[in-house]
């Protein structure tokens, strides 16, 4: 190397002279080193990184950016840089041609370094043309080349001041060349506009990080504008940026689509190269294979396409620049330590020039910003690949579950396949932040393990061993903690089952006065849920005692055994602090490997499902032929055979059935003979075994349970198609939907709830009908759309709609029905029996055939004179229905007076069964007990459109201190503050003994060795422990306090709901409660808690290194108020910004998995009508809606740690630049502490904001269980000195005077001023027309409803003056809903358990159900499913009439069932209650007239007044209303 200087030449130096570069106060380096390797490290690094950057800009290509004044001003001073540099080369030959030959190094550099500048500057022309509009690997370059040029420039100017200046021409070119590439560094640090051709971005708000430039994605600046917006007020919808391009769910699932797509087709050639090479083999392929061909067949395992290989084929290389940065985080990572110790080094050693120590704090800064840099952009791609995850899962989930088969829909539950897009692609975004710890973790701790060997020689092994041996007893903490977890889980899980009984069924619980039992179950399964709680807690005591005293326990064996294994082994400052910081460098990987590899655990078993979920059968698409058939036929059957899986048994057998175009054909048949089922058929949602099928153009399916979406009414019935307002009114008119609209609070454009809550069941069949005639297609499939009707409004719809005159005529309509008045209009009839057509025929034709048929007509059509009414009370009947349909009092099932009880039968046990025994149905069950409990919400009609339930609001704003204080008092404030003391504590025993260690290294040394280890090691061990000790009892107090806490406020919480009056439920739906019950209460219990913990932790740990620091170099306190208050003001930054983001985030989850679950139930009409696409398109918008919340909250956390971790990088800095400048008076151990104390801090401050923006973020679910534990209460349930007598009521008597009640304050009154008596042992029937207030007055008997005004007396006692309980608890009621709770049998009877078991099975006798109890294997102990749904409706109507029987008071209100019950059942009711209460008091709510003929007398309400009041026989007499309906009945003549 000296020759190439030319050692003796004019350049005349050594490469390198340590005498001019290191012992001198006034360093530089030899002009060789300069001109040689200074000069190239920035051409070595961009020779280096081109082929890769050239590679990478010819596969991205984003569009050309037109040449700017700024690009062109790159280009000539790139052009001119070169120019410069080959001035010097040809300088160097004139002086060759001069014969005064320069060293070679004058002709090497000027040319490498000028071919550099030339292919830098095409580079930026190129870069251009790419569309590349910040360059990062320019930008470094120009960098590096200008940091290697400030060296020679310093030189130069001395030299120049000492000597003047020789070479003159190479002074000057180099002073151009350095001005030059200033200029350069400058420009290329602006970014260039954004390219043209680029794919045009619609949107309205895009996201800043696409066009920022290099500088402010490495420090997330791009974000800065976000995080100043949401300090000055809460961030909305409406300023969060667009998704990028990349991140859209359009473009990763269609990615993983087909990655996945060219799996499953790898598998399958596979599969047939397999049985192809087999056949080779077995060389007789025309006969039978042999039974060992067979075995070898089934032998050979399936192999199943791999959802983990896709996965990675998809993100993988994206991921992969993730672990490159995490590489380089992790080797930085050890500089710092040796830094210390060369820093240690320069603080004994006083000669050392003072430059040493300041270059060696300007690199611990360095090194600890790069490393802060580097790792951020690791944890943002990690992130990223996490969100992409999550939305690519969902969305092939999504899009699989739109295809799947009805058997594989059915091994899974809705809740099930949810669960795989929330909780399983949940468990993959979690997984990917620290997925690259797998490497990671141990090349750290092999890192961590040389140098420490370097440090203390084999001594490490000891505190190596110590290390691996806490490994198991972490492992084991977690094993338990999730064994515990899942126990907990299953208490939480059947809380919150009971609780959601408990708000379905709460108006049941009121009036029977149940509360108080249920009440009490739920406390126990909380206090267990509570008990599992405590033990994880001591768990996570020790977990934390491991987790801070590891390092410490490592340290100190490592030491101890480090002095006693020979004296003559001195534990100095550099070893102890090196050693210490080495050994936190170990903490992280060493807990984070277990909790690695349990997440990798979970995500394989997420992987498996997800896999199985994918694997599903998917429908035959080719099932039904779309193509055209014979002319004039719409529907072809031939020899059909269908079934619903390919392993059960066929439901239709040998179909055959030809539809004409234009003709209606109804089909018939009894219950379950598989009428549903053909409809399924033609729509191609069955197994199609034979046969063939043909369907010719678009369909409507109108689906026996309605599907409602949660959307307005008029997006239910347009259904995506354009709007024509003309066909719109017509349908609505036809339909009979107009008198609704009138009612419903926002007309059509009323928002409907999740499954069509707030209409009743014949609304929503309407509707449903609606948005089939609307859709105006060929072939109309209508499964029985008129029986959730009244009589009235299915005779208008099928002459509006179906019938020969109705607006579809001329369609081709197939309609499932059992309304037998309408079968002489249809053109033809087909019936079903026993999954067989059995006949078909015009009406005419099957009655002169004398079949089936004709004999079941005959049974059933006496006379139909109901049928043929006028449509003229129908109008004031159905405003009246609507109303009340609003307010969910129970007269809600559509009326239905019919003629003649035979008739009857027949339809209702077909509209209550039919839906319970075809198996189309089989989910529908619960679906049919959801459309029941039609959502009360009614408020007066109002103008203006008014959303039907309030929505709840996403908090704003900074969390009031008011709630911290809650929290605080309900843990109490003097374990708050005891929690404290012991942190201070613990953190000055960690001081202390940190202090002693320093303390210790500066013992002298007496002849090679130092006195008094055994003490020192002692003491040190003792501090060490105090602290462990005192982590632990804090940790332990902290869980215990929130633990209590948490049971306050869940049985304030209880408490309160349990007093709420009905009204309450009435306008807030269930899942806003159960959500107080679940989701708050368990952030409550388990994430309150351990976020105090560890803001505690990181709070007292900050604030410890502050002190030492100032105590050991007490000029850093003039540091510490400006670095103070840059923390505290991008801490109040980013909380404003995060906390609001989250929330956010948190709201437009749900609609991602609720959008998910309609479109489960509801996948087979969006199939029939083809709108599978949009539904896709809607999913997506939703996840991305979602995802645009989440993206900036992942960014925030970054920009955050950026501008923290600097503050703790300036830590650093000052606290090794103040030890330089203080040496004279500081011990190396003073410096190891200080500095050392310093290196962590960084971790704690980032923490410590993260915390503090976690809590505020989380506190908020104490300030709505608090709202909900507040809201106001019903009178109290007992009032000592108020207590009736022990048997009142003794007579039954109950008077109303001048009685009026409304069912919320602001509403019409319901009932008016009613003044009435009933006697002792009266038998009352109430009737009137739907809304007239029938129900009303029972509730107000139980005071569901209080008195607006007057009275109303039981045997003389106000009503108004007792105790809820004490009133209710002595008046029975058999509701018209029957209510099951799950449990046995027994505690749905006799939840307090007051009755015997003789009074018990005397009960069910009485009520008809001793028999089948008594079938039953547990008796009384039978268990009920979750609303009883494994009991037929009948059944549990007879359940509550046994509950009547064993309460047996005075007084008995009977809430008649109307369709929901058959009239078997019905007629044992009635034949009981006249047996068994013959001397209470009873009043009836009658929907049919003929069970209060025989009452004493009836009383009839008209609009919330009495309007008769009269025996039967009067009320006939007089011809007023009473007449009128029973008239209609069929009653009166």
Known sequence: ???????????????????????????????????????????????????????????????????????????????????????????????????????????????????????????????????????????????????????????????????????????????????????????????????????????????????????????????????????????????????????????????????WEKEKNKIRTSEVNYIKTQEIELNHVDEKPTESDVLIENNKKKKEPSFLKVLLKTFGSFFLIGSVFKLFQDLLSFVNPQLLSILIMFIKDGQAPAWWGFTIAALMFLSSVAQTLILHQHFHYCFVTGMRLRSAITGIIYRKSLVITNAAKRSSTVGEVVNLMSVDAQRFQDLTTFLNMLWSAPLQICLALYFLWQTLGPSVLAGVAVMVLLIPINAFIAMKTRAFQVEQMQYKDSRIKLMNEILNGIKVLKLYAWEPSFCQKVLEIRSKELNVLKKSAYLNALSTFAWTSAPFLVALTTFAVYVSVDEKNILDAEKAFVSLSLFNILRFPLNMLPQVISNIAQASVSIKRIQNFLANDELDLAAVNKEKSMSGVAIAVRNGTFSWAKTNDPVLNNINLLVPSGSLVAIVGHVGCGKSSLVSALLGEMEKMEGDVTVRGSLAYVSQQAWIQNSTLKDNILFGRAESEKNYKKVLEACALLTDLEVLPGGDQTEIGEKGINLSGGQKQRVSLARAVYSNSDVFLLDDPLSAVDAHVAKHIFDNVIGPEGLLRGKTRLLVTHGISFLPQVDHIVVIVDGKVSEMGSYQELLDQNGAFAEFLRNYSFDDHVEEEELTIL????????????????????????????????????????????????????????????????????????????????????VKMTVFWQYIKAVGLAVALFICFLYCCQNASAIGANVWLS??????????????????????????????????????????????????????????????????????????????????????????????????????????????????????????????????????????????????????????????????????????????????????????????????GIVSNRWLGIRVEFVGNCVVLFAALFAVIGRENLSPGLVGLSVSYALQVTMSLNWMVRMTSDLETNIVAVERVKEYSETETEAPWAIEDKKPPEDWPSRGEVEFSNYSVRYRSGLDLVLKNLSLGVKGGEKVGIVGRTGAGKSSMTLCLFRILEAAEGIIKIDGVNISEIGLHNLRSMLTIIPQDPVLFSGTLRMNLDPFEKYSEDELWKALELSNLKKFVSSQTEKLDYECSEGGENLSVGQRQLVCLARALLRKTRILVLDEATAAIDLETDDLIQMTIRTQFEDCTVLTIAHRLNTIMDYTRVLVLDKGKIAEFDTPTNLIASRGIFYGMAKDAGLAA
């Not at 290509?61 to 120019?83: N, P």
Request: with cysteine; net charge neutral; proline share 5%.
């Open 1 to 259: 190397m000296d020759a190439f200087c030319g050692t003796g030449g004019r350049l005349g130096s050594k490469f390198w002279d340590s005498n001019i570069t290191l012992y001198t106060d006034n360093p530089d380096l030899t002009p060789c080193f300069q001109y040689t390797v200074i000069a190239w490290i920035p051409c070595i690094f961009l020779w280096v990184l081109l082929p890769f950057y050239i590679i990478y800009l010819k596969y991205n290509r984003k569009g050309y950016i037109v040449l700017s004044v700024r690009s062109k001003a790159k280009t000539i001073f790139g052009v001119l840089l070169w120019c410069v540099c080959w001035a010097d080369l040809f300088y160097s030959f004139h002086a060759l041609v001069q014969n005064d030959p320069p060293p070679p190094v004058f002709f090497v550099t000027p040319l490498i370094v000028g071919i550099t500048m030339i292919v830098a500057t095409i580079l930026i022309q190129y870069e251009r043309l790419r569309g590349v509009q910040s360059s990062g690997v320019l930008i470094i370059f120009w960098f590096l080349s200008t940091l290697c040029a400030i060296i020679p420039f310093r030189s130069k100017v001395m030299s120049s001041v000492r000597e003047g200046v020789s070479d003159r021409f190479r002074f000057t070119t180099f002073f151009i060349y350095f001005f030059l590439l200033v200029v350069e560094l400058i420009l290329s640090c602006f970014k260039e506009a954004p390219p043209f051709f680029s794919p045009v971005r619609s949107d309205c708000n895009p996201c800043p990080e696409s066009d920022a430039g290099f500088l402010s994605r490495l420090t997330f600046w791009w974000f800065t504008k976000m995080a100043i917006l949401g300090y000055r007020r809460p961030v909305e919808d409406k300023d969060l940026w667009s998704l990028n391009e990349d991140d859209t769910s359009k473009m990763v699932v269609s990615k993983l689509i087909k990655e």
């Open 999 to 1192: 303390d210790w290294t500066n013992e002298p040394v007496i002849n090679g060795t130092q006195q008094n280890t055994q003490w020192r090691v002692g003491v040190y061990a003792a501090l060490g422990l105090l602290q462990g000790v005192l982590v632990m009892t804090s940790s332990f107090t902290l869980a215990m306090a929130g633990i209590g806490a948490a049971r306050k406020l869940h049985e304030m919480l209880l408490d309160n709901k349990m007093h709420t009056p009905q009204s309450f439920y009435d306008t807030t739906p269930i899942g806003r409660i159960i959500n107080r019950f679940s989701k708050d209460i368990y952030v409550i219990d388990e994430v309150i808690p351990p976020t105090i913990l560890m803001f505690l932790a990181t709070f007292f740990t900050s604030i410890s290194t502050m002190i030492v620091i100032v105590c050991s170099t007490p000029l850093f306190a003039v540091v510490i108020i400006p670095l103070a208050f840059i923390y505290f003001f991008v801490q109040r930054f980013y909380v404003a910004t995060s906390r609001q983001l989250k929330r956010l985030e948190s709201v437009s989850r749900s609609p991602v998995y609720s959008h998910f679950s309609e479109t489960i139930t509801g996948a087979s009409i969006i199939r029939a009508y083809g709108r599978q696409s949009s539904f896709v398109l809607l999913s997506d918008h939703k996840v991305d809606e979602n995802q645009k919340s989440y993206y900036p």
């Open 875 to 958: 109008d004031e009947e159905e405003v009246l229905l609507a109303e009340e349909t609003l307010s969910n009092h129970t007269d809600l099932v559509d009326n239905e007076p019919i003629a003649n009880e035979a008739r009857k039968k027949f339809i209702r046990q077909i509209s209550v069964l039919s839906s319970d025994t075809e198996p189309s149905h089989a989910m529908s069950t619960r679906r049919r007990l959801c459309e029941r409990k039609t959502s009360e919400t009614a408020t007066a009609k109002k103008p203006q459109m008014e959303k039907l339930i309030q929505t709840e609001t996403a908090e704003t704003g900074r």
